[in-house]
C-alpha cells in the first residue's frame, strides 16, 4: 500500500495536470489502513523513508505545487506521523521554508501550521524530552531569527532589505506567532513555562512582552486564563512591571495587565486578590516614575565639551536583594522616556477595590507592611516610596473619578472578605462600567443619555471633533487634504500622535499644529554628505543616510524614537482593538436588554387595553345581572305552584321506588353471592396453578444445586476422610517431634556429660603427668642410690624402706593407666553416639517426620 501511495505522489509531482484530489482520498485510505493494522509503525516508517527519497529526487523548492501538494500529503498523514519525525527531519526538510515563502497560498501554509502544532501536541508517544526541546526551539527562532521590533540592529538590517525579503521575514514572523497562539491556546501552560524560562534574559523581554500582549488578546483567552494566574510567569511579569526601567515594556505590560485585571475577576478572583498588594505597588512606581530627559545629540564639537544635563531623578539608585535573582532591563530604546499613564489602570483597580485603593494612596508602606509584602530592594519600602509623592500624583486621577458607591458600605478588610460584587458579571460590562468611572466618560455617557432630539449633531459634536477651531463642532473643518490641484498634504507622524490623542479624550476639542517631537536636526544629513539638488523644496524628504557600520548618531536617535513610537502605537491599537471588542459585546448585551424592556413595555400597553375592555364587559354583566332578577321573582312564584303539583307525585312514585328497590335488593344479593363464589372458586384455581407452576419453576431451578449438593457431600466424605488421615499423621507428627524433643534432651545430657568427662581426662592426665616426673624423679634417686650402694654398703633397713615405696610407687601408677583407659573407652563409645545422634538430625528443619505420612502427598 505505501508503494501505491508513493508511486501516486512521485507522478503528481512530475506531472501538473495529474488529480490531488485523488492522491489525498489514497492517503486518507492508507490512514485508515494503518491505523487498524497491527504493523502500522512499520508501514508508517517505509512510507517516511519513500517519501525521503521522492523529496530529495522530485521536490523543487522554487515550484509552489510541489510544495504544496507535498504539504497536503503530510498533513494528511498527520494522525499517523510520530512528533519525532515531523520535529526531525520535516521541520526543516518542509515546513521551515514553506512558513517562510510569501508566496505560498494560505491552505498550504495552513496545512504547515497544522504539521507543526501537531507534533508540539502529541506529547504521549514517549518523545516528551525532544517535544520539549522542539517548542524551545520554535521561542527561540521567534526571538532570535524573526524580525525584532525593539532592536535597533534589526531596524537598520530592515532599511537594508528589499521588498522580497522583507516579505519573507514579516511572514516567517507572523506565522511563528500563528503556532505559538494556537498552540497556547491548546496547551496554555506549556507555552507560558517556555515563555517564562526565556523571559530571565532581558535582552528577549520587550520581544516576549509582545507575544504575551498578542496572546491575552485572544479571544479564547477567557476560558485558560485562570491558568495564568497561578502560574509562575505571573510572578515575573509582576516583576518585570515593579523593578524593570524601560518605558516601553512598562507600557506593554501596563496594556497587558488592563486587558487582565477584568478577565481575572470573572475567572480567578480569588487569585486576584492575593496579587492585590502588589498591583497597588506597581501603581505606586508608576506614580513616581523616575523620567529621564531628553539626550540633545552634539551637532558641533563645541556642543560636544557642553557636559550633559543631569537626570531629572536625582534620588538614590535603589539596590535589588541578593536572593532576588532578576536582571533589571533598562531602557531599551534611546530618547526621553516619559512616565507611562496609569489611568485605565488605575480606573479597574479603583473599579474592583475602591477601599484598598484609597487606603493604600493614603498610606502606601504602611499598607504593604501590614500585608506582608517584602522589598525586592535592599532598603524597606519607606525608602522607595515617597508617599507625599505619591499622594501628589494620585490627586489628579482621584479628582478625575467619580466616588464609588462601596467606598460608603464597605472598608478594605470587607471587600476581600466579603463576597464580590462583580461574581455576575462578564468582562465586556466590568470593562464599560469601569470606564464610566472616568469623569471625562461619564460626562460623555450624561450627554448622551440626556440628549436632544438633534442626534446628528450631537454625535458630530461629541463624537467627531471639530478641527475647525471652534467648540460648537459645527463648522468645517480647516485640515484637509488637499487634492484639487493634483498636491497631497502629508500628516506627520507627530500630528498622528497628537490627532489620536485628541480624538481619544472624547471632548470637544481644536486641534492646533503640533510642536516638533523631533527636532530637525535629527534627521539633517551629515555634514559628509554633499547637499541634493532637489533638497531646495520643502516637500521632497531628505535622502536616507548610509546604513553603514558608523551610523552618526542623530539617525540612530532618531530610528530608536520612532521605533519606540511604533511599539508604543502598535501595543496601544491592540489595546484599542481589544477595548472596542469588549465594548461591542457590552453593546450587545444592552441591546437585548433595550429589545426585552421595549418588549414588557409593549406587554404592558396590552394588558392595560385587555383591563379597560374587562371592566366594559363587567358593565354590561351587571346590568344583565339585574334583568336576571327580575326574572327569578316571577319565576320563583311559579315555582311555588309547580312544586305542590310535583310532590303529589312525588309521593307515588317514592310507594312504587320502595317496590321496585326491595326486588332491587334481592336480586342483587343473589348476583352478589354468585359473583363472590365465581371469584373464591377462580382465586382457588389461580393460586393452586400458581403454586404449581411456582414448584415446577422451583425444581428446574433448584435440581442444578441438589446435583451440586451431592457432589458436594460426596467431597465432604472425601474431606472428611483426608481430615483423619491428616489428624492421624499430625498425631504421629506430634508424636515425633515429643521424640525428637527426648533425643534433644539426652543429646544435650550427653554433651554435658562427655564435657564433664573430658574435663576429668584432663585432670587425670595432669596427674599422671605429675606422677610421671615423680616417677622420673624417684628413678633418679634410685640410680643414684645405686650408685651409692656400689661405692659403699648401705644398711639393711634403708634398702628395704626404698623397695618397698617404690613397689608402692608401681602400684599406684598400674591402677592410674587402668583408670586412663577405661576413661579412654568410655569417651569413644560416647563420641560414637554423638556421631549417630549427629547423623539421625543433620538436613531436617523443625519437627523430624517421616514424608510419607502425610496424607496430601500420599493419599
Known amino acids: 500500500m505505501s508503494n501505491i501511495l508513493t508511486r501516486q505522489v512521485r507522478a503528481v509531482l512530475e506531472t501538473e495536470g495529474s488529480s490531488v484530489a485523488d492522491l489525498l482520498v489514497a492517503t486518507d485510505d492508507f490512514v485508515l489502513e494503518c491505523s487498524s493494522s497491527p504493523e502500522a509503525e512499520v508501514l508508517v516508517f517505509e512510507l517516511e523513508e519513500q517519501l525521503h527519497q521522492i523529496h530529495n529526487e522530485v521536490i523543487d523548492h522554487s515550484s509552489l505545487h510541489h510544495i504544496q501538494v507535498f504539504l497536503a500529503v503530510l498533513y494528511h498523514l498527520r494522525p499517523i506521523l510520530p512528533s519525532i519525525s515531523i520535529i526531525s527531519s520535516w521541520f526543516d526538510l518542509i515546513l521551515r521554508p514553506a512558513l517562510r515563502e510569501p508566496k505560498l497560498p494560505v491552505p498550504a501554509v495552513n496545512h504547515a501550521k497544522e504539521l507543526v502544532v501537531s507534533a508540539l501536541r502529541k506529547d504521549n508517544d514517549g518523545h516528551v524530552d525532544k517535544i520539549t526541546e522542539f517548542r524551545c526551539r520554535l521561542l527561540d527562532l521567534y526571538l532570535l531569527d524573526a524580525f525584532n521590533e525593539g532592536s535597533g540592529e534589526d531596524i537598520l538590517e530592515w532599511a537594508e532589505l528589499d521588498d522580497l525579503q522583507r516579505e519573507i521575514k514579516t511572514r516567517w514572523k507572523s506565522n511563528l506567532e500563528d503556532i ?430 385587555k383591563l379597560r375592555k374587562y371592566r366594559t364587559q363587567v358593565a354590561a354583566l351587571e346590568a344583565e345581572l339585574q334583568n336576571n332578577k327580575a326574572n327569578a321573582s316571577s319565576t320563583k312564584e311559579r315555582f311555588a305552584d309547580w312544586n305542590t303539583e310535583l310532590q303529589n307525585k312525588l309521593s307515588d312514585f317514592r310507594e312504587q321506588k320502595k317496590k321496585w328497590t326491595k326486588e332491587e335488593t334481592i336480586l342483587r344479593t343473589a348476583d352478589k353471592q354468585a359473583k363472590a363464589l365465581f371469584e373464591a372458586q377462580g382465586k382457588l384455581l389461580a393460586e393452586a396453578s400458581k403454586e404449581v407452576f411456582g414448584l415446577q419453576t422451583q425444581i428446574k431451578e433448584s435440581q442444578h444445586k441438589i446435583d451440586r449438593l451431592h457432589d458436594y457431600e460426596y467431597q465432604i466424605e472425601q474431606h472428611i476422610k483426608v481430615q483423619r488421615l491428616w489428624d492421624a499423621d499430625f498425631s504421629k507428627f506430634n508424636d515425633r517431634g515429643e521424640e525428637l524433643r527426648l533425643m534433644k534432651t539426652q543429646y544435650k545430657q550427653m554433651e554435658m556429660r562427655l564435657q564433664c568427662l573430658h574435663e576429668s581426662e584432663a585432670r587425670l592426665e595432669e596427674n599422671a603427668r605429675v606422677y610421671r616426673r615423680q616417677i622420673q624423679a624417684l628413678e633418679a634417686q634410685l640410680l643414684q642410690e645405686k650408685r651409692k650402694t656400689e661405692k659403699a654398703s648401705r644398711r639393711p633397713e634403708e634398702i628395704a624402706a626404698f623397695v618397698a615405696e617404690k613397689k608402692r610407687l608401681m602400684d599406684a601408677n598400674a591402677h592410674l593407666l587402668e583408670d586412663n583407659a577405661t576413661l579412654r573407652e568410655e569417651i569413644e563409645e560416647i563420641t560414637a553416639m554423638v556421631e549417630v545422634l549427629r547423623g539421625q538430625v543433620s538436613g531436617r528443619k523443625g519437627l523430624v517426620s517421616d514424608p510419607r505420612a502425610s496424607p496430601i502427598l500420599y493419599g
Request: charged letters at 20%; glycine letters at 2%.
Open 180 to 609: 505559538l497562539l494556537k498552540y497556547g491556546q491548546e496547551r496554555p501552560s506549556d507555552l507560558m513555562t517556555e515563555i517564562n524560562a526565556h523571559f530571565a534574559n532581558p535582552a528577549s523581554r520587550l520581544q516576549l512582552l509582545i507575544l504575551i500582549n498578542l496572546y491575552t488578546s485572544v479571544p479564547t483567552f477567557q476560558s485558560f486564563a485562570a491558568v495564568l494566574a497561578t502560574h509562575p510567569l505571573m510572578s515575573s511579569l509582576l516583576h518585570s512591571l515593579l523593578l524593570d526601567n524601560s518605558f516601553t515594556s512598562c507600557t506593554i505590560e501596563m496594556s497587558i495587565f488592563v486587558k487582565l485585571l477584568p478577565i481575572f475577576a470573572v475567572e480567578a478572583s480569588e487569585a486576584l486578590k492575593s496579587i492585590l498588594p502588589q498591583l497597588l505597588s506597581i501603581l505606586a512606581k508608576m506614580l513616581c516614575w523616575r523620567e529621564r530627559p531628553r539626550r540633545i545629540t552634539p551637532q558641533s564639537p563645541e556642543e560636544e565639551a557642553v557636559e550633559e544635563e543631569p537626570d531629572q531623578d536625582t534620588g538614590p539608585a535603589l539596590c535589588l536583594r541578593d536572593d532576588l535573582s532578576w536582571q533589571v532591563l533598562e531602557l531599551s530604546l534611546d530618547g526621553m522616556t516619559s512616565a507611562p499613564s496609569p489611568r485605565h489602570y488605575y480606573t479597574l483597580l479603583y473599579y474592583l477595590f475602591p477601599c484598598n485603593v484609597l487606603q493604600f494612596l493614603k498610606s502606601p508602606v504602611l499598607y504593604l507592611t501590614q500585608n506582608k509584602v517584602p522589598s525586592p530592594y535592599n532598603v524597606d519600602w519607606d525608602a522607595v516610596f515617597d508617599e507625599q509623592k505619591v499622594r501628589s500624583k494620585s490627586e489628579t486621577l482621584l479628582k478625575s473619578h467619580v466616588c464609588h458607591p462601596l467606598i460608603l458600605w464597605r472598608d478594605a478588610s470587607d471587600e476581600i472578605s466579603s463576597p464580590d460584587f462583580w461574581a455576575g458579571y462578564d468582562v465586556a460590562r466590568i470593562v464599560t462600567e469601569s470606564m464610566m468611572l472616568d469623569v471625562r466618560n461619564t460626562a460623555q455617557g450624561l450627554r448622551e443619555r440626556y440628549a436632544t432630539r438633534d442626534v446628528t449633531t450631537n454625535h458630530h459634536s461629541f463624537g467627531e471633533p471639530s478641527l475647525s477651531g471652534s467648540d460648537d463642532g459645527r463648522k468645517t473643518p480647516k485640515h484637509t487634504l488637499d487634492r484639487s490641484e493634483g498636491e497631497t498634504r502629508l500628516i506627520s507622524l507627530e500630528d498622528m500622535i497628537a490627532t489620536s490623542v485628541a480624538l481619544k479624550s472624547n471632548l470637544n476639542v481644536k486641534i492646533a499644529p503640533a510642536a516638533a517631537q523631533w527636532p530637525t536636526s535629527l534627521f539633517a544629513a551629515s555634514p559628509s554628505s554633499p547637499p541634493s539638488a532637489d533638497s531646495e523644496s520643502p516637500t521632497d524628504a531628505p535622502p536616507p543616510p548610509p546604513l553603514d557600520d558608523k551610523t552618526p548618531p542623530h539617525i540612530a536617535q532618531a530610528i530608536s524614537g520612532l521605533q519606540r513610537e511604533v511599539l508604543l502605537l502598535r501595543s496601544e491599537l491592540n489595546f484599542e482593538l481589544w477595548l472596542s471588542r469588549e465594548n461591542v459585546k457590552h453593546i450587545g448585551r444592552l441591546y437585548q436588554s433595550r429589545t426585552l424592556s421595549r418588549d414588557a413595555e409593549v406587554e404592558r400597553q396590552g394588558l392595560y387595553n
